[in-house]
């Protein structure tokens, strides 16, 4: 989970429909490689984060799933994300925003809220992947040197036992990848054009009224509340 100025839990962006689980081992999908380019995070660290924060099974392997909730340290995943927007409603009355994490890469509400407009915006796969990158490079440009050293930082900035914990389960994560083709990453640019969206999931059609974004939802993209 994470603390202070990062993000804890986990994340989507699938699009595997050449990926090979069945191995044991999984390509980096094309949204992640994309996004992770755009803020000069190797793409394999961005997605072995999402896979320990969000992570399900799915009926091509075990992948992140962008309606999932942390809460007081508990895991709730949620078929829609209008059902996950909802009950996020309710842990807001209860719970600290710090002890609550959101989306596919698990970002902190209250350590990492000013990354959105809004708990709705929160729960965009696209938009919370972006917000992960943003932090995981802040982290590496904090202490470069290990981009795993920088995913114990996403999770617990402080360091110690929790951080070093979470830095085994990224290893472990990173085995089962297989490297995506080589491109250099560019460093995250401080002005210009926001990015175009990306293809973010394979197994669900893209909704007439959104088609022309570029994305392919989890399932159809829900009005906003």
Known sequence: MATRGVLTGAALLLLASAHCWSSGTQTVPDGYTKVAREHGVPPEALYSVALQESSRTLP??????PWTLNVAGKGYRY???????QALQVFMKTHSLKRIDVG???????????HFTSTWEALDPYTNLNA??????????????????????????????AAARYRSFIRTKLATLQSPPSQPAPAPADNGPAPAPVQLADNAPVPAATS???????EPRSPRP
Do not use: M
Not at 60 to 65: E, I, K, L, Q, T
């Open 212 to 218: 022309n974004t570029g994305f392919v939802w989890i």
């Open 132 to 161: 992960a990158a943003v932090i995981l490079r802040e982290c590496w440009d904090r202490k470069p040197g290990s981009w795993l050293d920088a995913a114990g930082c996403y999770h617990h900035p402080a360091g110690g036992q």
């Open 60 to 65: 091509r392997g075990v992948r992140p799933w």
């Open 104 to 114: 596919i890469a698990q970002v902190n509400l209250g350590w990492n809220g000013s």
């Open 79 to 85: 078929k829609t994300r209008l059902e996950a927007w």
